[in-house]
Nanobody, 115 residues
């Protein structure tokens, strides 16, 4: 089992920045992917960004150039730096940890961007 603890959401004005953190604990595989998904009201959950244990990254087109995902491998922690936030970034952001074909999810953290 893997447990995920998220932090860093909140309310910010358009153009502002936030940083999300997610710490993983439990049975950690050396090969895994950590990432962030988001779900806005009435919409499906979507991938925001992901990073593999080898350091490869993947971003949604809507956040490229504004968001940066990174990892602290020693702490099993993933970060999402969000700059130039827009009202359409408003959503609940979920941390995801994937290993050996199994997904684990954090509890979600609300990000609200006011115009």
């Amino acid at each position: 089992q893997v447990q995920l603890v998220e932090s860093g959401g909140g309310l910010v004005q358009a153009g502002g920045s936030l940083r999300l953190s997610c710490a993983a604990s439990g049975i950690i595989s050396s090969r895994n992917t950590m990432g962030w998904y988001r779900q806005a009201p009435g919409k499906q959950r979507e991938l925001v960004a992901a990073i593999t244990s080898g350091g490869s990254t993947n971003y949604a087109d809507s956040v490229k150039g504004r968001f940066t995902i990174s990892r602290d491998y020693a702490k099993n922690t993933v970060y999402l730096r969000m700059n130039s936030l827009k009202p359409e970034d408003t959503a609940v952001y979920y941390c995801n940890y994937r290993q050996i074909g199994t997904d684990y999810w954090g509890q979600g953290t609300q990000v609200t961007v006011s115009s």
